[in-house]
């Protein structure tokens, strides 16, 4: 069974970077699409970027469009999320998601039932 696992996360301030990692347990990476959500407390789970592994399409939630990019790697099959101009209200926890039953454009990449796997979060804490 492939498990996400995500890393990078912490505390900075504002106006600071900060990348995000996502690994996968498996040595052969399978997925059609990788994202990444985030919740902040007492919120529901957003979408915040998505990309195809086929292709290199990416998909940004307003939010974070030109502070933040998502970027796929080979080695060590891993997913990166450069995350720049941090706010505070950027402040969540981060999860990884997978979706290896879909092609890009069949599913909406913003939605959350169109990803099968799912990693445990990394906190990301953005001081004002």
Known sequence: QVQLLESGGGLVHAGDSLRLSCAASARTFSMHSMGWFRQAPGKEREFVAAISRSTGTTEYADSVKDRFTISGASAKNTVYLQMNSLKHGDTAIYYCAGDSLRSWSSCPRSS??????????TQVTVSS
């Open 112 to 121: 959350r039932g169109c990803y099968d796997y799912w990693g445990q979060g």
